[in-house]
């Protein structure tokens, strides 16, 4: 899960949310959120730079998940 923060001017405005719309739910007017692979984030961050101006800043924030209470590791031990 990651959370996408931006703070944009002018025209900027248009040009992040299109992009941000593509690929994640907005939920609030600055705030998109979504489960996306690294691929995806890839492809987000190409889009972001190709159409990005001194306007544009954009935050992606990972969410770690927590673990059920008793679900195994993976460690072996």
């Known amino acids: 899960m990651v959370t996408f923060v931006s703070q944009y001017e002018h025209k900027a405005l248009n040009r ?3 992009v941000l719309d593509a690929f994640a739910n907005r939920i609030g007017s600055r705030t998109w959120q979504t489960v996306i692979t690294e691929e995806g984030l890839q492809a987000v961050k190409k889009l ?10 954009v935050s992606c924030h990972w969410i770690r998940s927590r673990k059920a209470k008793g679900e195994s590791t993976g460690s072996g031990l």
């Open 16 to 18: 992040t949310r299109r």
């Open 48 to 57: 972001l730079r190709k159409t990005a101006t001194k306007n544009t800043a």
